[in-house]
């Protein structure tokens, strides 16, 4: 019985979900006091947490409570991973994903996406690229490529302004060089006047 209720309130609060935040965070709560380690009422709640209030520490735990009810839910992953990355948590975020790679049923693009976003965030833009390109060849529908189109494209774009600053560095750093020997010289000279 008490499993039907449970059910019951994790139903009201995925229809409620996002769009009427009260009825869901109340159905959740129902639900959890039911079955504390429910890992999709776990998730939502993580979720409630992360995408309307912006607790990202609360978030965080919930997803860990919900990965150690059960590892095999592939729907977890992605939103964890990308929570992980906006807090900076990138060698976590590295983890998970690696982790996440061997869960049967986890979608392979949706994790090439979240390690490409983990890249970029690293301002790690080669090793972006090449990632989403293989996000792209994954990927089931052309939605999902168009928006990885736009996420490529972006990336060209940091990686063509990165190439810019790295070339002006560069410039200085020689400049500084060719101009040392002269004031060596120049010293000297003034040394021996």
Do not use: C
């Amino acid at each position: 019985m008490e499993n039907n209720l449970h059910n019951s309130y994790l139903f009201k609060a995925i229809e409620a979900y996002p769009w009427e935040l009260e009825k869901a965070v109340e159905a959740l709560n129902y639900a959890l006091s039911y079955d504390p380690e429910n890992v999709k009422t776990l998730y939502l709640m993580a979720k409630v947490h992360y995408e309307q209030l912006g607790d990202n520490e609360t978030a965080k735990s919930y997803f860990e409570r919900a990965l150690a009810s059960r590892l095999d839910m592939p729907d977890i992953y992605p939103d964890y991973i990308r929570l992980l990355i906006n807090n900076h948590d990138f060698k976590e975020a590295q983890r998970l994903i690696d982790f996440a790679k061997t869960v049967k049923g986890i979608d392979r693009a949706g994790i090439a996406l979240v390690q490409g976003q983990l890249y970029e965030s690293m301002t790690l833009f080669v090793e972006a690229e090449k990632v989403l390109k293989d996000a792209k060849q994954l990927a089931l529908n052309n939605d999902f490529i168009s928006y990885v189109d736009d996420i490529l494209s972006r990336v060209k774009k940091k990686k063509k302004i990165q190439a810019n600053e790295n070339r002006i560095i560069e410039n200085q750093a020689k400049r500084e060089v060719e101009a040392e020997p002269k004031k060596w010289f120049q010293n000297r000279l003034n040394n021996l006047l």
